[in-house]
Nanobody, 121 residues
Framework: QVQLVESGGGLVQAGGSLRLSCAAS????????MAWFRQAPGKDREFVAA??????DTYYAESVKGRFTISRDNAKMYLQMISLKPEDTAVYYC????????????????WGQGTQVTVSS
């Protein structure tokens, strides 16, 4: 079992920045692939970014490439978001899965409870 808790969401103006964190506990965090997904009101949950357990490979949705950066250390995963747009408004979910890096919902074994990110225009 892996327990995931997100933090760092909030309200920001367009063009601003936020940093999300995901604290993990339970199963050996260092060996688990991690990802961020998001869900906007009335829309399906979508992939945002993922990182291999080694930290050696990262993956991004086209819509966030160049603006979002995923990273991790021994205890947490992060999502640095810059140049935020109103269309980035969503609940952001921390996710964990394996044996493949979870870039789809089907690949996710564990979900956090989500943190709201709101970008005003």
């Amino acid at each position: 079992q892996v327990q995931l808790v997100e933090s760092g969401g909030g309200l920001v103006q367009a063009g601003g920045s936020l940093r999300l964190s995901c604290a993990a506990s339970g199963r050996t965090f260092s060996r688990v692939h991690m990802a961020w997904f998001r869900q906007a009101p009335g829309k399906d949950r979508e992939f945002v970014a993922a990182i291999r357990w080694t930290g050696s490979d990262t993956y991004y949705a086209e819509s966030v490439k160049g603006r979002f950066t995923i990273s991790r250390d021994n205890a947490k995963m992060y999502l640095q978001m810059i140049s935020l747009k109103p269309e980035d408004t969503a609940v952001y979910y921390c996710a964990a899965g394996g044996p493949f890096v979870p870039t789809t919902i089907r690949g996710v074994e564990y979900w956090g409870q989500g943190t709201q990110v709101t970008v005003s225009s």
